[in-house]
């Protein structure tokens, strides 16, 4: 491209620059208060829009669509019990993966399959303290499936894989969720849907992780997004 | 504080909070919306154009960080940038200039809220002080995503100078506001 200049404001906002050009464009953002203050309009600009009741049941349909192609995305990354399946997840997130992937490898270990965990281990180590903790969840009465889940704590960051088996199918849009709970509060820590043989499989990761979790549950809710339960616990346990 | 705000709650979207992200929704629904069906014209078009911003949030797409300016700024670019590729995709481009509307738009029936009525009064007043030409070339660019050269043909300018133009109307347009807003035409903040 040629030089940069202010004109490219224009290329940026339609999105038609190259990833470098974005990058060189955003450098030059920083030092030309002409272009801050073309992108802060475009902070206004809408504004000038009629006002339009959303349809109804539009903020349903788009979140249910946006949370099931996460589950489509979780899907096709779960965990498998080869080691391939969980490094191709290495490739399709930027952050280093390797935490979750030696969690899933001791997780799947502990299912016996020691080849899974001898494989990643070869590969380098992230470097800083890691603390990985495995926990087998008990059903409440009535639920007949089982849940072992895998926490691994990384300086500021926690990951949870989760994997369940001999669980009962779900109707509808259920979905069993999983809770990291402190002192009785719940935050949303994964979801999953078990497949034909009753097996299910999650995988969260909390970046930024400042709390000291006491319990993980799994509910069955209703539908996928409950930023609280509505479902009853069928699996729990103390971390 | 609205603008920390957003950013503390992408900062949860991106560590994969589903609350966060449908408070994220709830925030910017009918703004978003009302713009898409301004871009669009077409409900279910703005609806689909909707649904593939939250995608992409959700997914990381095309990270905000605070370099990129404010929230809504990359919000709106990215709302903007998803129309205009449905528009490309499914519709014809309409190239009459009388399909194109009015950047400005006769009073509407449905409710604003005071926010947005205070903002759009502003930005309504700041474009009066535009000339004819540079309203057009807002209007076909930022809410119409035409190509330069269809601006060109249609504003009748040469195709070299068209990204100046626009570039130079908008940044006249944000003059005029920061100046109203210096004289404390209104308390509006952002
Ligand atoms: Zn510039």
């Known amino acids: 491209m040629a030089k940069l200049n202010c004109d490219h404001v224009i290329d940026y906002l339609n999105g038609t620059l190259s990833k470098e050009e974005q990058l060189e464009f955003e450098q030059h953002l920083k030092t030309c208060t002409d272009c801050q203050e073309i992108i802060e309009m475009t902070g206004d600009l809408p504004y000038l829009a009629d006002p339009v009741d959303p349809p109804a049941g539009m903020k349903a349909r788009i979140l249910s669509t946006v949370f099931e192609e996460e589950e489509e995305q979780k899907k096709s990354e779960e965990v498998k019990r080869e080691p391939a399946p969980l490094i191709a997840q290495k490739a399709v997130k930027k952050k280093n993966r390797w935490p979750v992937l030696i969690a899933a490898a001791l997780f799947v270990s502990l299912l016996g399959n020691g080849y899974a965990l001898l494989k990643l281990s070869e590969q380098p180590e992230t470097g800083g303290e890691m603390a990985f903790q495995s926990i087998d969840l008990q059903p409440n009465e009535v639920f007949g499936g089982t849940a072992k889940a895998a926490i691994i704590r990384e300086e500021e960051s926690l990951e949870l894989v989760v994997q369940a088996e001999q669980l009962e199918a779900l109707e509808g849009e259920q979905v069993y969720q999983i809770w990291l709970l402190k002192e009785g509060k719940p935050i949303p820590a994964g979801a999953f849907t078990p497949s034909a043989n009753g097996e299910g499989n999650a995988y969260y990761s909390l970046e930024d992780n400042t709390e000291d979790w006491d319990t993980i549950a799994i509910t069955l809710e209703p539908q996928a997004g409950n930023a609280s339960p509505q479902g009853e616990i069928v699996l729990s346990s103390e971390i | ?190």
Request: proline fraction near 2%; include cysteine; aromatic fraction near 10%.
């Open chain 2, 1 to 190: 504080m609205e603008k920390s705000s957003d950013f503390v709650l992408y900062e949860r979207v991106r560590n994969k909070d589903k609350e966060a992200l449908e408070q994220l929704y709830d925030r910017y629904e009918k703004i978003l919306f009302s713009f898409l069906v301004k871009m669009t014209e077409d409900r279910d078009l703005a609806e689909e154009a909707l649904q593939e911003v939250f995608i992409k949030v959700w997914r990381g797409v095309g990270e905000y960080d605070e370099s990129k300016g404010k929230f809504t700024s990359w919000l709106f670019t990215m709302s903007r940038n998803a129309a205009i590729d449905l528009i490309r995709k499914k519709k014809k481009p309409s190239v009459a200039l009388e399909e194109a509307g009015e950047l400005v738009s006769p009073a509407s029936s449905v409710e604003e809220t005071a926010e947005w009525q205070e903002k759009k009064e502003q930005i309504q007043l700041a474009v009066k002080d535009l000339s004819a030409e540079q309203q057009k070339m807002v209007q076909l660019f930022y809410f119409k995503g035409y190509t330069h050269e269809k601006i060109s043909e249609l504003c009748e300018v040469p195709l070299g100078t068209v990204k100046s133009r626009i570039r130079l109307a908008l940044k006249k347009l944000k003059g005029t506001l920061h100046d109203m807003q210096e004289r404390g035409d209104s308390p509006w903040r952002n």
